[in-house]
């Protein structure tokens, strides 16, 4: 073989090692063309820009709409990497050209008046690199650079976090590749020209995804706030297996929140999005909303109404608090310790000492789980909360005279009715907990989890209290009660049956309910009967593992791929 050839084939090899490979497939080496493994686009530039597609940084290439979070950061970090590394680099050789400039102008100096005459050359021979001029130059003219960018933060309000965002190294990367000379954008360059550009780019992006709800249907999520002032706000998202896009934001600061005007506001977003493309529409379970979605699926035959599993479990949280006496006392005990706490600067800084440094979680008002956290701080804390209480410094304040401080006292030593409730409410209210966190991630879908998450839940809570049924029965009748209300849902039910982790469970049960929720699913989603024997047939084959649902590879994925959304 030839030295060039030899060298080709060394370059050729060494070019697969870079980690970009693994996500793209070389359509043509000459052009080098490249197909992207999880949208299938196929672009011009080699494994630089296909990096570039996958790391989503819009660098001479359209983002990837399926690529998975992790790959995506892992191609940034290696861009970033690659470009501090060039970054390096460019200012070595700067350096190494003001070094050779500086030596020849010593150089010239030197014939002139020889500084060997007025120094003594120290022995021993040690490569000391001295710290040149140019360099304390460089770190000067940085200092200055950031200071200015420093001072355009601070004088402008711009969140210090908002360095963290990916695109600011870019802007400060493009800025460097520039040079001198560049003229900023004007304002109206900013409120214009470029505007219309970065509005035209996410629509761009925006058709990306809508091409995938084509494919695979989509949900739509109506999210509803309201500022300290009282001025309400509806922001829609839609989420499907491509990931999640904000879609539109409403001010119903003065729509009256009728079920018929919230209906005519979601059956406006169904319609932006097209309704055979819509799966379902989830809102909060408020009673207005509740009715509006009924309306919304007798008009729209083809989709579901969903109240939000996060506020479901959230508002069994808040029954036990309002229906179960033992959590309402305890709850309101913990309440008052902390509050109590907080209200004081000095007693806090005292209780840090002996807490470390650890803060108590305060109650807050928009999430009941907030109480049974700020509980079971407490209970972590319960040694160094009886040292506080039994210290010099709290028996000898003017607070542990007071009848307030006293009562707080009282609590905290209380080891036969407080702290044992403290426990028992934890043991009852930690498995929701464990599924609110589940639901209200926004990482993973949770659908295909929720029907088994919520029996797992009571299961654990009847093994938290050793089975004693006076224990669990009330706690066991709420969340009955908000399940049958609100969360039994034919999605629920269908999710949980077509969840290869729970199918192919040797305890999977499939009673009357599941299998009615998932043919309602059907019937409702596939219109043409045709379709739907297919459908059974295939339900069949899916059951007993037949075909290619039984081959190893569609086992194992499929395991996997649960697996990773409870975790």
């Not at 990482?443 to 295909?448: I, L, V």
């Not at 590879?553 to 697996?563: K, S, T, V, Y």
Request: hydrophobic share 35%; charged share 25%; proline share 3%.
């Amino acid at each position: 073989m030839s030295s060039s050839a030899s060298k080709k084939q060394s370059r050729k090899s060494g070019a697969r090692l870079d980690p970009g490979w693994d996500h793209g497939i070389e359509i043509d080496a000459n052009k080098k063309q490249v197909q992207c493994k999880y949208c299938g686009i196929t672009r011009a530039g080699g494994v630089y820009r296909l990096k570039h597609h996958l790391a989503c940084t819009h660098t001479n290439v359209e983002p990837c709409p399926s690529v998975p979070e992790d790959v995506r950061t892992q191609m940034f970090d290696l861009l970033s990497a690659s470009s501090e590394e060039s970054r390096k680099k460019k200012q070595r050789v700067s350096t190494m050209y003001d070094l050779e400039e500086e030596e020849s102008e010593v150089k010239q100096q030197a014939k002139k008046c020889s500084m060997d005459n007025f120094v003594v050359r120290k022995s021993g021979g040690l490569n000391v690199r001295q710290t040149t001029i140019n360099e304390k130059w460089k770190k000067q003219d940085r200092d200055e650079v950031c200071q200015i960018m420093a001072r355009w933060f601070y004088t402008s309000a711009i969140p210090f976090n908002a360095v963290n965002n990916p695109l600011f190294p870019l802007m400060i990367r493009k800025l460097g590749e520039y040079g001198k000379g560049l003229k900023p954008p004007s304002y109206h360059e900013m409120r214009v020209t470029f505007l219309k550009k970065e509005v035209q780019e996410t629509l761009n992006l925006l058709n990306m995804y809508k091409t995938e709800w084509k494919k695979t249907g989509c949900t739509i999520m109506s999210d509803g706030w309201s500022d300290q002032r009282k001025r309400t706000m509806n922001n829609f998202l839609v989420n499907s297996p491509a990931g999640t896009v904000f879609l539109s934001s409403v001010d119903t600061t003065d729509i009256s929140k009728t079920a018929q005007k919230l209906f005519e506001l979601l059956d406006g977003i169904v319609e932006k999005i097209g309704e055979d493309n819509v799966v379902q529409v989830i809102t909060d379970n408020a009673s207005n909303y509740k009715a509006a979605g009924k309306i919304l699926m007798e008009k729209r035959k083809r989709l579901f109404w969903t109240p939000c599993a996060a506020h479901c479990i959230d508002l069994m949280l808040e029954d036990f608090q309002k229906f179960d006496s033992l959590h309402k006392v305890t709850i309101q005990k913990a309440k008052s310790v902390v509050t109590y706490i907080y209200s004081w600067g000095t007693v806090i800084n005292w209780m840090k000492q002996f807490t470390n440094g650890k803060e108590l979680i305060r109650p807050g008002v928009t999430r009941f789980a907030t109480s049974y956290l700020t509980m079971r701080r407490l209970s972590e804390l319960k040694g160094n909360l009886f040292n506080f209480f039994c210290s010099d410094k709290w028996k000898t304040s003017t607070y542990a005279r007071r009848n307030k401080g006293k009562k707080i006292e009282s609590i905290i030593f209380d080891n036969q009715q407080f702290w044992p409730n403290v426990e028992l409410c934890l043991k009852i209210a930690s498995p929701l907990i464990k599924v609110l966190r589940m639901v209200d991630s926004d990482e993973k879908p949770a659908m295909g989890f929720l029907y088994k998450a919520i029996d797992q839940a009571k299961e654990e809570i009847k093994q938290n209290v050793n089975n004693i049924r006076k224990r669990y029965e009330s706690a066991f009748a709420i969340i009955d009660k908000r399940w049958e209300d609100q969360l039994s849902h034919p999605l629920h039910a269908a999710g949980y049956y077509l969840n290869p982790q729970f199918q192919y469970s040797p305890d999977f049960q499939s009673d009357a309910n599941i299998k009615r929720g998932l043919y309602d699913c059907i019937a409702k989603m596939v219109p043409e009967s045709g379709e739907r024997v297919k459908i059974d047939l295939q339900l069949d084959d899916f059951r007993h593992a037949n075909g290619l649902f039984g081959h190893e590879n569609a086992l194992i994925g499929g395991n996997l791929m649960a697996m990773s959304v409870q975790s």
